[in-house]
């Protein structure tokens, strides 16, 4: 017996809409908190995981055939949770602004010139930061985020096994054809 859920992409749309929100909250959370937001920053973070996980599954399991406004712009949610980190890291003192402005530039200039799959390492960035932060200043906070890595993996891992990864060595391979010269573009994992 299957579960049939019916009209599940505008609670779906919901949860991207509110991860694209958390970004902008952890922005704040760095100007009005700094320093002492760090396990906030950490939980929203964790939350924001959260949406990503389920928003997919949910807009999967609408029988409607149509992609969302919103669900095609689900990549733009994420981008903006790690800016929201990035940024976070800035204002609190934990990363140099000129740091903070080199990644930002680096993860835009990929995402907007070229494709959003080679800008994955430098947008996994800020979390890798924080999480850095994290062990050293809220341990407890630091092995949350962890914890919540490792169970998404165990649960996703045959998605990141033939989806994402594939995805990236596509898009890194689109970098140059077989003679060594640059290729057509790959913008959003399309030639």
């Known amino acids: 017996m299957s579960l049939r859920l019916g009209h599940t992409k505008p609670v779906a ?3 991207t809409v509110s991860r694209a929100f958390l970004g902008f909250c ?13 396990p906030t920053a ?26 969302t406004w919103v669900g095609e712009h689900d990549a733009e949610a994420d ?13 609190s003192g934990y990363m140099v602004a000129w740091l903070g402005a080199v990644l930002v530039l680096l993860t835009l200039g990929l995402w907007i010139l070229h ?11 800020p979390y890798v930061l924080l999480g850095g932060v994290a062990f050293r200043e809220a341990p407890l906070f630091g092995w949350l985020a962890v914890g919540y890595l ?11 096994r033939d989806e994402f990864l594939p995805d990236f060595f596509r898009a890194v391979g689109s970098l140059y054809g077989e003679n ?12």
């Open 13 to 15: 749309d919901l949860l």
């Open 26 to 38: 952890l922005a704040g959370l760095g100007l009005v908190r700094g320093v002492d937001a760090l």
């Open 42 to 67: 950490v939980l929203t973070v964790i939350l924001s995981w959260l949406t990503d996980l389920l928003d997919g599954p949910l807009a999967r399991c609408d029988p409607g055939p149509r992609i």
């Open 79 to 91: 981008l903006a949770v790690s800016l929201g980190v990035a940024a976070y890291l800035v204002l």
């Open 115 to 125: 494709s959003h799959q080679l800008a994955w390492p430098f947008y996994a960035l």
């Open 150 to 160: 490792l169970i998404t993996l165990a649960v996703r891992w045959k998605r990141l």
């Open 180 to 191: 060594g010269r640059r290729i057509a573009d790959t913008h959003n994992g399309r030639p």
